[in-house]
């Protein structure tokens, strides 16, 4: 049975940091891409990362480039995204996502496994 599990968020003031992870079961983490969504209230879902198979592409939203960081231990079968600098405008439902593809997509469809989400505030 395939499984995600997101886990790190919680309530941090701007310019903070958060690290969430995103651990994963009942399929190997490293013949696939991963990638990382988010939505905030009344807002559509936002692709915001993405990390190929070997890790050798990421792909960052503009919104959070240079800010954010995706990276993924096969060993432990965990995909993390670090989040530095955050600002009250990341708020939102994170989630992580199993692509069906080992390169990255922007697209949600590409994804066939998601988690249940982990919920980011950043306010003051």
């Known amino acids: 049975q395939v499984q995600l599990v997101e886990s790190g968020g919680g309530l941090v003031q701007p310019g903070g940091s958060l690290r969430l992870s995103c651990a994963a079961s009942?399929?190997?983490?490293?013949?696939?891409?991963i990638g990382w969504f988010r939505q905030a209230p009344g807002k559509e879902r936002e692709g915001v990362a993405c990390?190929?198979?070997?890790?050798?592409?990421?792909y960052y939203a503009d919104s959070v480039k240079g800010r954010f960081t995706i990276s993924r231990d096969n060993a432990k079968n965990t995909a993390y995204l670090q989040m530095n600098s955050l600002k009250p405008e990341d708020t939102a439902v994170y989630y992580c996502a199993k692509s069906a593809y080992s390169g990255c997509s922007g697209s949600g469809y590409a994804y066939d496994y998601w988690g249940q989400g982990t919920q980011v505030t950043v306010s003051s």
């Open positions: 009942g399929f190997t983490l490293d013949y696939y891409a």
């Open positions: 990390i190929s198979r070997s890790s050798s592409t990421t």
